[in-house]
């Protein structure tokens, strides 16, 4: 049976959301860092305000390929209200650490329950999705996890000036627990087929297109390069031109707004062209973007010069985003989407750790945070670096192909099919 419209748009906000909330813990804590060294005190310096956030992404980047194993023991539904309400746990410790150790803790168990959100909200939502309606829908649910991203130096910057890092956290504990609610309302537990049964393994690449590898590909390299990008740009504004970490979220919303006005067109794009063309511009516009702040930032650059880089980065990170989820679909075989899925997210967030990880090695040979001329060099070779990462990307985009017919697992025994076979090319829909 196939989720009405109602439906259909339900589940895709239930589990857009869900990858929102998740999305937004990643970099939250970037404008928040300083405000939580200093009331936690002794034993918060930098090394551990680094796993503040790497504590997050660790799990994220590693659980992703175990989830649907055990999804199929215990239904994707029911796993994801579970994982939700362990996000919102983590949330809840970590509003209340007094320790550098307690929020790294904390911060593990977030990411815990957000290693099983992200993958299983994909196949959640395709189960409710009718075919002619899923590439606008899965275009809004995959520029929702762009968003989130963009959008959390922001969210941290205002509620660490008006209020207090812990509110941070606090904010996810009851849109966690409606989320959990929503979730065993709106959401059905998509068909169980043989390659999804426990007895039939865990083979994600079995039977799926040559393109599969260059999507998970082009993934782990945009990830890295935004991650990479993100982890000092959004540092750029208070570190080097003394702005409060209001004012520095302000300052970036042309990129973090952009997701809103360009996933919508990128849906209705992908519904001529397909996700290719989409991913290859996405990664283009963030090639560019990175190319033109390495060009015009310095201590002194006025705003007026930096909103150019601002715009293209936004809708190259809307674009991308926003078409990733159809190219996933698109190659991998429907009865292994989840695994598949598992894997991407996997791939994903290790490309995210390694874009932070070596953003940050590349920073401090080249620059230091002693003062805005030395941030502002280092800031420099992170962006070429990121330029390269984009282009490499774009690559790994064109080397998708063309995409391939999508058979869907035949209905159970008695059971009336109620759609056509879903194609992958938007449009043939």
Do not use: K
């Amino acid at each position: 049976m196939t989720a009405g419209r109602y439906g259909a748009s339900a589940a895709c906000a239930v589990t857009g959301l869900a990858v929102f909330l998740c999305g937004l813990d990643h970099l939250v804590l970037l404008t928040a860092l300083t405000a939580i060294r200093s009331d936690l005190g002794r034993g918060a310096d930098a090394a551990a305000a680094g796993w503040f956030v790497n504590a997050y992404l660790v799990p994220v980047a590693v659980l992703p390929p175990l989830v649907s194993r055990f999804a199929v023991r215990v239904g994707q539904r029911r796993l994801f209200t579970a994982a939700l309400l362990v996000f919102t746990a983590g949330s809840a410790a970590a509003a209340c650490a007094a320790t550098a150790g307690w929020l790294t803790m904390a911060r593990a168990l977030q990411g815990t329950g957000a290693a099983a959100i992200t993958p299983l909200s994909l196949t959640l939502v395709a189960a409710a999705v009718p075919a002619h309606r899923r590439p606008v829908l899965l275009g809004v649910w995959g520029a929702l996890g762009g968003l989130a991203v963009a959008v959390g130096p922001l969210v941290g910057g205002a509620v660490v000036q008006w209020g207090g890092w812990q509110y941070v956290f606090w904010l996810n504990v009851p849109l966690g627990c409606l989320l959990a609610a929503a979730a065993r309302v709106f959401l059905r537990e998509p068909p169980r087929t043989p390659a999804t049964a426990p007895e039939s393994g865990f083979r994600p690449m079995a039977g799926s297109s040559r393109g599969l590898p260059a999507v998970h590909l082009c993934g782990f390299l945009m990830h890295a390069g935004v991650f990479g990008t993100v982890f000092w740009l959004a540092q750029f504004p208070q570190a080097v031109q003394g702005h409060t970490p209001w004012d520095a979220g302000l300052r970036i919303l042309p990129w973090t707004a952009m997701p809103l006005v360009v996933a919508p067109l990128a849906g209705l794009l992908m519904g001529r062209t397909g996700a290719r063309p989409v991913l290859v511009a996405g990664a283009l516009l963030t090639a560019m973007s990175s190319g033109w702040f390495a060009l015009v930032l310095d201590p002194r650059s006025p705003y007026a010069v930096q909103l150019p880089g601002l715009l293209a980065g936004g809708a190259g990170m809307a674009l991308f985003f926003a078409a990733a989820p159809e190219a996933l679909l698109a190659n991998a075989p429907d009865r292994c989407a989840s695994a598949a899925s598992g894997v991407n997210s996997a791939v994903r967030e290790i490309g995210a750790l390694a874009g932070v990880a070596a953003s940050t090695v590349l920073f401090t040979r080249v620059g230091s945070t002693a003062g805005p001329a030395l941030f502002a060099q280092g800031l420099a070779a992170v962006l070429w670096a990121a330029v390269a990462t984009a282009v490499l990307a774009l690559l790994a985009a064109v080397a998708i192909g063309p995409a391939r017919t999508r058979t869907p697992a035949a209905p159970p025994d008695g059971a009336v099919a109620t759609e056509a076979p879903v194609t992958a090319r938007p449009a043939a829909l």
